[in-house]
T-cell receptor, first 112, second 115 residues
Framework: SQKIEQNSEALNIQEGKTATLTCNYT??????LQWYRQDPGRGPVFLLL?????KEKRKERLKVTFDTTLKQSLFHITASQPADSATYLC???????????FGQGTTLQVKP | GAVVSQHPSRVICKSGTSVKIECRSL??????MFWYRQFPKKSLMLMAT?????????EQGVEKDKFLINHASLTLSTLTVTSAHPEDSSFYIC???????????FGPGTRLLVL
């Protein structure tokens, strides 16, 4: 069956460290993968998009990797700050409809 | 950047009544909008794809007569929860994409509580 799995346990790290979040999927062939940030009671906010033919994307302190062989994406936040505390969602795009399939999200808590 | 608004942000209604939620793209035209539902600590579940000027496409298991969607213009889609029941209580979020189909811009969400 098709699955998108993100670590359901919260990730707690110290300020200044690098946070690494994982997104694994099975039985999908995504054309692209996206990461979103969601704060409590709010809609998700787009962070990064990476396509199937790209290995890595960066934006300021954020880095995303995409390994279509392992069927995995890693999302890194370097020099983490308490303001980075939120839930991070990965989403797969499989066609040209624009539809996204979301993972359940991982909550990141950055302690000062 | 692309801004999507939703109204109302929060609504409480009695069981059996209908509730309309509006989703607007404020600074761009949205040919397609999406409606999601999210339960606490759960992922976003896509309910339907709303295309301007045509009927919405509903995901499997979503009752189209229960969740009426209208996309009458390039900047407005509405979701009406008809004859709401307590199990319809949830967080409803819309999103839109414009020219670039891959990226979706989300509204702030509407919290619905049915008593």
């Amino acid at each position: 069956s098709q699955k998108i799995e993100q670590n359901s346990e919260a990730l707690n790290i110290q300020e200044g460290k690098t946070a690494t979040l994982t997104c694994n999927y099975t039985n999908y062939s995504p054309a692209y993968l996206q990461w979103y940030r969601q704060d409590p009671g709010r809609g998700p906010v787009f962070l990064l998009l990476i396509r199937e033919n790209e290995k890595e994307k960066r934006k300021e302190r954020l880095k995303v990797t995409f390994d279509t062989t392992l069927k995995q994406s890693l999302f890194h936040i370097t020099a983490s700050q308490p303001a980075d505390s939120a839930t991070y969602l990965c989403a797969l795009g499989t066609g040209n409809t624009g539809k996204l399939i979301f993972g359940q999200g991982t909550t990141l808590q950055v302690k000062p | 950047g692309a801004v999507v608004s939703q109204h109302p942000s929060r609504v409480i209604c009695k069981s059996g009544t209908s509730v309309k939620i509006e989703c607007r793209s404020l600074d761009f035209q949205a040919t397609t909008m999406f409606w999601y539902r999210q339960f606490p600590k759960k992922s976003l579940m896509l309910m339907a794809t709303s295309n301007e000027g045509s009927k919405a496409t509903y995901e499997q298991g979503v009752e189209k007569d229960k969740f009426l969607i209208n996309h009458a213009s390039l900047t407005l889609s509405t979701l009406t929860v008809t004859s709401a029941h307590p199990e319809d209580s949830s967080f409803y979020i819309c999103s839109a994409h414009g020219q670039v189909k891959e990226t979706q811009y989300f509204g702030p969400g509407t919290r619905l509580l049915v008593l």
